[in-house]
């Protein structure tokens, strides 16, 4: 009989789960005693790893002061000022502030409605048109639903929000014909700098620039969803950076705490806030009654001391040699189709032989976890601590499950 609690992301008729009881670094102890590297940080976010004491220290102190309290007009709270401050000065936009929301789906969908609003409030009120591309996910609250490429996670759940644009992957000139014939009506374009629970697909040369140039020539804003590539997971804090190519609102959540509490967000450039701030008397009526949690502000305030003090943005590039490397050779090996990836985020391409529910299985009865996309990606995102002994144990047991 399925258990009481009905699961995110899981066959309701399922009976049998595996419970996670405890966590150190990148390993995961399940209620049998059975051991797992974990190969995905719980769901593309434990950047510092299981177990760290400094974030429940942290979380502890702040709950003794004031555990939570709102920051609608006319309250805030000191984490939440410190945590906008400290993730406004890691982005690379320039006098930007941040919106808190608890989590990426909630940021996506205000980095819609910011993006929207600030163009009627400009007096650019037929700019309501959203693009978006194949393959992207953008969480599953109705704004980025609608926008998301993935038809199977859009299945019975329409009819969605109206104005959203999705268009191939990676092709510029489509985007380009776009813009020539409806330009006028475009309020952003909204991109994985990485598409990540899509497949794992870098960007092509050039893509991510003709984006920024396209939205220049026609008024329109550029939003970079980092959900998950945000807080070193490219080797730099945000895939911005990586890339050399800045956004004018960028979502974040996941690492920002590396999930040991829910936060998300949107950092707001100047070309969105100025309409926004320019009318004195203007109330922006939205947020969440969790926007700037004081306790999970302390969450993320301690887990980004831990990711600059450990200097962990390095380890980006040690899982791409590693990992990606390893990945490449099975791929060169004929055991694999292919590898996708960028810093510490990685994908196993499966020939159509193979199943990659099955191999997850497999996976997980050798002690590895990765997580199956479709029928033909394992996905892999380590916390950035994993060591290069565990990171070898990916590479090998996933070539044992192969053969």
């Known amino acids: 009989m399925p258990p009481t609690f009905l699961h995110p992301y899981a066959r309701p008729a399922r009976d049998e789960f595996i419970s996670i009881v405890r966590g150190d670094g990148a390993i995961v102890e399940d209620s049998t005693g059975r051991t797992y590297i974990d190969g995905m940080g719980s769901l593309w976010y434990t950047n510092i790893g299981h177990g760290r004491r400094e974030i429940i220290d942290a979380v502890t102190e702040q709950m003794g002061r004031i555990a939570a309290y709102h920051c609608f007009e006319p309250f805030t709270n000191e984490p939440a000022d410190q945590v906008a401050e400290r993730v406004a000065s890691l982005s690379p936009i320039d006098g930007a502030r941040v919106f808190l929301t608890s989590s990426g789906s909630e940021a996506v969908d205000s980095a819609i409605k910011l993006a929207r609003v600030a163009h009627a409030q400009a007096g650019r009120s037929a700019r309501t ?18 926008a998301q490429g993935l038809p199977l996670n859009q299945e019975g759940y329409g009819p969605f929000v ?10 510029l000139e489509a985007v380009a014909l776009f813009m020539a014939e409806r330009g006028d009506e475009v309020a952003a374009v909204l991109v994985e700098p990485v598409q990540g629970a899509g497949g794992v697909y870098p960007p092509p040369d050039g893509y991510l620039e003709g984006l920024r140039r396209l939205c220049d020539q026609h008024g329109a804003f550029l939003v970079f969803d ?14 911005a950076i990586r890339y050399g190519v800045t956004p004018d609102l960028i979502t974040f959540a996941k690492a920002v705490t590396s999930g040991y509490l ?39 305030l301690a887990n980004l001391d831990i990711i600059e003090r450990e200097n962990l943005l390095s380890r980006a590039g040690a899982i791409a040699d590693r990992l990606g490397g390893g990945l490449r050779s099975l791929a060169d090996d004929g ?4 590898a996708r990836g960028d810093g510490g985020v990685w994908a196993a391409g499966l020939h159509e032989s193979q199943d990659a529910n ?11 976890i990765a997580r199956a996309i479709g029928a033909n990606t394992l996905a892999y995102c380590p916390p950035l601590v994993i060591t290069d002994d565990q990171i070898a144990t990916l590479v090998d047991t996933l070539a044992d499950v192969l053969r």
């Open 129 to 146: 048109l959203v693009i978006s591309r194949s393959r992207a996910y953008h969480g599953v609250t109705y704004g980025g639903l609608s």
């Open 358 to 368: 099955v191999l997850r299985d497999g996976l997980l009865e050798r002690g590895v």
């Open 335 to 338: 055991l694999l189709l292919e």
């Open 226 to 239: 980092e959900v998950i590539t945000a807080c070193g997971r490219l080797g730099e804090w945000f895939g």
């Open 162 to 171: 109206e104005g959203m644009i999705n268009l191939p992957a990676d092709d």
């Open 262 to 300: 829910p936060l998300g967000g949107v950092i707001v450039g100047r070309a969105v806030l100025d309409p926004l701030e320019s009318d004195a008397a203007y109330m922006l009526r939205h947020g969440h009654t969790y926007s700037g949690h004081p306790t999970v502000c302390a969450a993320a």
